[in-house]
């Protein structure tokens, strides 16, 4: 049977591509394809043409972009990272056939896999299996924005992901899914209290339908009426610490003017056409605040040998188990067959059609 790949061939152009599957490889396995979760902000920057790997060369060994043949260029094949499958074929006892894990290997129908290489996390059984597109990676990047709350106080001491956030007065900025996720995160971990801001009403409505408090920045002040509400004493008002999670210049700004002095920004966005709107010349020089970049390729320095990628995962299954069922009722807003992946793509990127979290089923 022909594989189906959701493959970006140019900015504003997706297609659904068929192709033969690939041999199974010795000592490999081979899976078909339940759900495939859609990441609004980077898959859409391929579609948009916004994204910098497709416009510059990453220096992996100089963490630089350079001039150069793009790192990524069209077509985009591997578009995507959250994807629930079961195992049809086993060459090896680790991944057994019938198995249902997350994994990351993009839109498609099916793949091939080494055990070694690629990561198969098993679903447990009391997990509805749709909510495991969150468990590969979309999970971990939120619980990754935690540990460097933690680490920020505790540096490598660091040991559970409520040290940054237990007792703390948080605010997450931004209600698309990784904002709402990791309000969960601070939450579920001894936050008290969380405030989400979006500018979109249906997001704050999300936000307030799985327990969160939500504010609309556009409503007066935010950082006036939090820092009137949240005192530590004279001269110390503020949020402990802001998750920034919309890349946008506006939002890092607004998370600055939020934080008490001395406060950190744990900064999960990605920011497609830079930050034109950030200013560094008022609330964050005199107030000596810090910005920390959670980006999910690294965990804080120290804590990688106890904090791998695999207990991110296992802290995301906890949490589904917990939140699940308003996570599903709440937060999936769509769930779209696989043939109508490149229309629904396209819509998504010209802002013709607006979703918070779309599920492809396969």
Not at 95 to 124: K, N, Q
Request: charged letters at 20%; a neutral charge; aromatic letters at 6%.
């Amino acid at each position: 049977m022909r594989e189906r790949v959701l493959v970006v061939t140019g900015p504003g152009r997706v297609e659904l591509v068929e192709q033969d599957p690939a041999p199974l490889p010795v000592g490999g396995f081979r899976v078909r394809t339940r759900y495939s979760g859609i990441s609004a902000g980077t898959e859409l920057s391929y579609v948009k043409g916004t994204n910098p790997y497709l416009h510059a060369s990453w220096d992996a060994d100089l963490g630089l972009f350079a001039p150069g043949p793009a790192s990524t260029p069209y077509p985009v094949r591997n578009l995507g990272y959250m994807q629930v499958a079961q195992v049809v074929e086993s060459d090896t006892p680790a991944v057994p056939v019938g198995a249902v894990g997350a994994m990351t290997y993009g839109h498609r129908s099916g793949a091939v896999a080494d055990p070694v290489t690629a990561r198969f996390v098993p679903l447990p059984d009391d997990l509805d299996p749709m909510l495991g597109i969150y468990v590969a990676h979309l999970g971990p990047i939120c619980a990754n924005g935690l540990l460097h709350a933690a680490a920020d106080l505790y540096g490598a001491g660091a040991r559970d992901l409520g040290d940054g956030v237990r007792g703390r007065r948080v605010a997450v900025i931004g209600a698309g899914t990784v904002g709402l996720v990791t309000a969960l995160f601070a939450q579920r971990h001894g936050a008290a209290p969380v405030v989400v801001l979006d500018p979109t009403p249906k997001r704050r409505e999300v936000a307030v339908a799985l327990g969160l408090a939500a504010l609309d920045p556009g409503d007066g002040d935010p950082a006036v009426l939090l820092k009137t509400r949240w005192a530590h004493g004279p001269g110390d008002r503020g949020a402990d610490v802001v998750f920034q999670c919309r890349g946008q210049g506006w939002a890092l700004h607004l998370a600055l003017r939020l934080l008490r002095p001395q406060g950190t920004v744990i900064d999960l966005a990605f920011y497609q056409a830079g930050a034109d709107a950030l200013r560094l010349g008022e609330e964050f020089h005199h107030n000596g605040l810090s910005v920390r970049c959670a980006q999910i390729g690294r965990v804080p320095r120290g804590l990688a040998p106890v904090w791998d990628r695999e207990r991110l995962s296992a802290e995301t299954v906890e949490l589904l188990r917990a939140d699940g069922a308003a996570i599903r009722a709440h937060l999936i807003s769509a769930v779209v067959p696989f043939p109508e992946a490149p229309a629904l793509l396209t819509a998504l990127a010209e802002n013709r059609r607006h979703e918070l979290q779309t599920v492809l089923t396969c």
